[in-house]
């Protein structure tokens, strides 16, 4: 596992809370996943992807017959995207229960959105 995707350490957690990584995403319980459990996923890749990352989402998402005039502002975009950043599954985001998954797109769309 790489340990910079998984968070376990207290100090960790609280310089998280302390808002000093606005991209590790807390979830509200531990989510296990192909045997494995998670309290966090680290989007910090959101700062070095590009346009190109994001194209390649279009695309899937017009594969997938989304017809969405915004994708960026959609859960599934957040979900691939996140997948893309982070070298995670895109299976691993689609299992989140659902607050967590908000969590996730909040992440995405607050970068994409909100200017520094």
């Given at each position: 596992?790489?340990?910079?995707?998984?968070?376990?350490t207290?100090?960790?957690?609280?310089?998280?809370?302390?808002?000093?990584?606005?991209?590790?995403?807390?979830?509200?319980?531990?989510?296990?996943?192909?045997?494995?459990?998670?309290?966090?996923?680290?989007?910090?890749?959101?700062?070095?992807?590009?346009?190109?990352?994001?194209?390649?989402?279009?695309k899937?998402?017009?594969?997938?017959?989304?017809?969405?005039?915004?994708?960026?502002?959609?859960?599934?975009?957040?979900?691939?995207?996140?997948?893309?950043?982070?070298?995670?599954?895109?299976?691993?985001?689609?299992?989140?229960?659902?607050?967590?998954?908000?969590?996730?797109?909040?992440?995405?769309?607050?970068?994409?959105?909100?200017?520094?």
């Amino acid at each position: 596992m790489d340990n910079n995707k998984l968070l376990e350490t207290k100090e960790t957690k609280e310089n998280i809370t302390q808002g000093k990584n606005p991209f590790i995403v807390i979830f509200t319980k531990p989510f296990v996943f192909e045997g494995k459990s998670y309290d966090s996923v680290d989007l910090s890749g959101l700062e070095t992807m590009q346009a190109a990352d994001m194209i390649v989402v279009n695309k899937i998402m017009d594969r997938g017959g989304n017809a969405n005039t915004m994708p960026e502002t959609s859960l599934e975009y957040a979900c691939l995207i996140s997948a893309r950043v982070s070298n995670l599954p895109i299976e691993f985001f689609k299992s989140l229960p659902p607050r967590d998954a908000m969590k996730i797109k909040a992440c995405v769309t607050n970068f994409l959105f909100l200017a520094e």
